[in-house]
Nanobody
């Protein structure tokens, strides 16, 4: 299984950005896809996840500003980020977890930099 993330870049304070992550390979349909991020000097942290049946979970800082969605036919997960702040600057990693097997896969990360 490979995850290819894209969409990162430089964005101004208050701006928006949409990240995409396409999964390829063979994996069980009952899976969880989502996004983590890692800022310089900090640990990787959860942003949002979405199950294949549409259930979502957001961490507090993402609620109201970020929206996760997915296209199961394309095995792709998206993260729409609005009202971006400098503290959102981080490398964003997509991930896929298959609860049936316990396997977790990570994408390569995409840098988002918010300028003030």
């Amino acid at each position: 299984v490979q995850l290819q993330a894209s969409g990162g870049g430089l964005v101004k304070l208050g701006g928006f950005r949409t990240l995409s992550c396409a999964a390829s390979g063979s994996f069980f349909r009952g899976n969880v896809m989502g996004w983590y991020r890692q800022a310089p000097g900090k640990e990787r942290e959860l942003v949002a996840i979405m199950t294949s049946d549409g259930s979502t979970n957001y961490v507090e800082f993402a609620k109201g500003r970020f929206t996760i969605s997915r296209d199961n036919a394309k095995n792709t997960v998206y993260l729409q980020m609005n009202s971006l702040k400098p503290e959102d600057t981080a490398v964003y990693y997509c991930y896929l977890r298959v609860p049936a097997s316990g396997y977790v896969y990570w994408g390569q990360g995409t840098q988002v930099t918010v300028s003030s």
